[in-house]
């Protein structure tokens, strides 16, 4: 083991000694403010050293992880997300659990294991990650003291998740029955005629286990009633960093094992694909609750998202897909964060429920005009409306699709935005509606952190749309220097 | 490769697989949520035991190693779990799931 691995893993293990040194803050002074911003130091100091561990150079340590631009660039974003989710938590936090401290471990914890995920080139670390990012994400969804819906959630994504992460396991164990490895390198061809079929069912339950934890039709069944029950910030992180890294882990899987050559797994992925792109969509038509349409617009756009994965297989070439990805899921943090803060502020010192109903947002462009901006960028930007980050990203998307000749993806791209337009501007347009009668959601007073929060996600949405340069430079620069 | 495991590779798959659908079934089936949390267990060990199964295949310790790594990760996940069911019985009192279902759209 050389020095210049211990640096590569730096942000990881500033992370870590960070959790312990947390931990032992909070046993010796409960303050929830010291907590706080100890963690978002520890979260900025680990997002600076970033850049450091990628000039220590792009090395396969023990076969387990690598780090590399592609990796790095996604744990640059879970931290971002991370300290955002920490920024919304604070005062919405206050007023719903006596004791907040333990909460930002949580969130350090979480963060650790997926940026574990994105550097993960071997099952063991691929599964030791996601499960260190799950069960974080049980204690983060039932954290509040009260009400009865954040338990069901957390009881729901418990028993859902365990089944996936088993079904993942299993697969795994097959695959290395055939192939006598469990890095994603080595993952050579099945050895025998016998071994094949292990090989194939374990790839298949493997894709199946990852779909789950994606959400993606027909695997989607808790998606809304967990981002529905838990609290608006954690429902932001789980939309963003829980996708995002097993997303980063699956396109290093697919590129690293070519499981996609394979024609049937391609096949399987398309229709998954297509059903997410639809059946997301169509669903969010029938939803009164803000967050049950964000969680089905999530697995309209985790659906999207596949046209990269299969771009792999039809181009034979990473960089594109790689590219795609990064940008897309650069995008959907941003606007998903965006769309999450608004919901988080305004439910600050809502009773039992989340401000959730859409109802409650009627004429909020007059009583808190800058989240109503902030929420309508956001928005415009997940229907993929030009002059916004998500009309980037799905350009991109779209680009990469033409290369690969994915037609019929494409067709279900256009025809689940189409859709997708008719219930975001449905938010847009309850916000320009006159106010309802009782208003007692707007009566209270905005905490500054939060809108300042938020205010920058919301501009960043239109900045990243209108000029996305800098964005796609960074990118490049990722790939190229970094290699992968 | 024979004189590290005499059983054939097969008959282990077989059972590990029929122990991971019966803890599937449990999930499934069950309403009582440690039962779920039960069937659950069994088909983690069922992955456990598929992957010294396969482990023994190659004579690498890895699948052991594997199978270690699922133990501590079914540890961490029961202890949050049974946090989780002694919420339930209080703010439910009840360890029913369906009594848990109450957010639809």
């Known amino acids: 083991m050389s020095h210049a691995w211990v640096n590569s893993v730096m942000p990881h293990l500033v992370l870590t000694a960070g959790l312990m040194v947390l931990l032992l803050v909070v046993a010796f002074r409960r303050s929830h403010a010291l907590a706080m911003t100890s963690t978002f130091l520890i979260l900025v100091v680990a997002g600076a050293l970033i850049p450091h561990s990628l000039a220590a150079g792009s090395e396969e340590a023990f076969g387990l992880i690598r780090v590399d631009g592609y990796g790095q660039f996604f744990s640059g974003l879970f931290l971002l997300a991370a300290i955002v989710t920490v920024l919304i938590s604070f005062r919405y936090l206050d007023q719903r659990a006596s004791s907040c401290e333990e909460f930002y471990m949580l969130i350090l914890t979480a963060t650790l294991g997926a940026m574990v995920m994105a550097v993960a080139s071997h099952f063991a670390t691929l599964i030791l990650g996601l499960e260190i990012l799950s069960i974080s994400l049980y204690a983060m969804i039932c954290y509040p003291q009260e009400g009865r819906l954040p338990l069901e959630a957390a009881t729901k994504y418990l028993v859902l998740s365990g089944v996936a992460s088993t079904t993942m396991l299993f697969g795994m164990a097959l695959i290395y029955a055939a192939s006598g490895s469990l890095s994603f390198s080595a993952l050579g061809q099945p050895v025998d005629n016998q071994s094949e079929n292990y090989y194939w069912l374990g790839q298949g339950m493997l894709i199946v286990g990852l779909a789950f934890k994606l959400s993606l039709v027909p695997f989607h069944m808790w998606t809304p009633d967990v981002y529905q029950g838990a609290p608006a910030p954690v429902t932001g992180f789980i939309a963003t960093v829980s996708k995002g890294a097993v997303f980063a882990a699956l396109l290093r899987y697919a590129v690293m094992s070519d499981v996609l050559s394979n024609a049937s797994i391609a096949l399987g992925i398309s229709i998954i694909a297509v059903g997410s792109m639809i059946v997301g969509n169509l669903l969010a038509l029938l939803e009164k609750n803000i967050k049950r349409i964000l969680a089905f617009s999530s697995i309209a756009h985790v659906g999207y998202l596949l046209i990269a994965l299969l771009v792999v297989a039809a181009l034979d070439d990473p960089e594109i897909a790689r590219e795609t990805m990064m940008v897309y899921l650069a995008g959907y943090f941003l606007m998903t964060l965006a769309a999450f803060g608004v919901i988080s502020a305004l439910s600050i010192s809502a009773s039992d429920q989340d401000t959730e109903q859409l109802a409650d947002y009627r004429g909020l462009f007059w009583s808190h005009p800058v989240l109503a901006a902030v929420l309508t960028s956001a928005v415009l930007s997940l229907a993929g409306i030009p002059l916004t980050m998500g009309f980037i990203a799905k350009f991109y998307l779209f680009a990469a699709g033409v290369q690969g000749a994915l037609w019929v993806l494409l067709w279900a791209l256009v025809i689940g935005s189409a859709i997708g337009i008719y219930y975001y501007l449905r938010i847009v347009f309850t916000m320009t509606q006159s106010e309802s009668t009782d208003g007692s959601v707007r009566a209270n007073a905005i905490p500054v952190e939060t809108i300042v929060t938020v205010g920058v996600l919301g501009a960043a949405v239109i900045l990243f749309g209108v000029y996305p340069t800098p964005l796609i430079e960074l990118v490049r620069g990722l790939i190229g220097a970094f290699g992968a | ?105």
């Open chain 2, 1 to 105: 490769m024979n004189f590290a495991l005499s059983i054939p590779l097969e008959h282990v798959f077989v059972l590990a697989a029929a122990l991971f659908c019966t803890g599937l079934t449990g999930v499934l089936v069950r309403r009582n949520v440690m039962f779920v949390l039960m069937s659950l267990e069994v088909m983690m060990n069922a992955c456990g035991l598929a992957f010294v199964a396969a482990g023994a295949r190659w004579a690498q310790a890895d699948g052991q190693i594997m199978f270690m790594f699922i133990l501590a990760l079914a540890a961490a996940e029961v202890a949050v779990a049974l946090g989780i069911v002694l919420q339930l019985s209080r703010r439910f009192d009840s360890l029913d799931v369906d009594s848990a279902d109450e957010m639809h759209s």
